[in-house]
Nanobody, 120 residues
Framework: QVHLVESGGGLVQAGDSLRLSCAAS??????MAWFRQAPGKEREFVAA????????YYADFAKGHFTMSRDNAQNTVYLQMNSLKPEDTAVYYC???????????????WGQGTQVTVSS
């Protein structure tokens, strides 16, 4: 059983930055991803990374705006979010899965989510 715990969310103003963390415990699977879900919308892919190496993969809206990284020694992944906009307001979830994929169905384990609210 993989246990994921997100942290780092909060209330910020437009243009601010936040760094989300996701600490994993247990027998982690190869891929980690961030998804987000805004009120009334479906959960959407943000970024993914492999523990085994290689660059992250981003959704188009996240390119140049968000940076995903990993610390293998700490079993932790991060999502650095810069120049935040009100439309980035959502609950952000990290997920663990065996396949490197943009679809939420590919991920087996999920964290509880962390709220990010960006005021204008």
């Amino acid at each position: 059983q993989v246990h994921l715990v997100e942290s780092g969310g909060g209330l910020v103003q437009a243009g601010d930055s936040l760094r989300l963390s996701c600490a994993a415990s247990g027998p982690t699977l190869n891929s980690m991803a961030w998804f987000r879900q805004a009120p009334g919308k479906e959960r959407e892919f943000v970024a993914a990374i492999r523990w085994s190496g290689g660059p992250p993969y981003y959704a188009d809206f996240a390119k140049g705006h968000f940076t995903m990284s990993r610390d293998n020694a700490q079993n932790t992944v991060y999502l650095q979010m810069n120049s935040l906009k009100p439309e980035d307001t959502a609950v952000y979830y990290c997920a663990s899965g065996s396949r490197f994929n943009v679809y939420s169905s590919a991920y087996t384990y999920w964290g509880q989510g962390t709220q990010v609210t960006v005021s204008s």
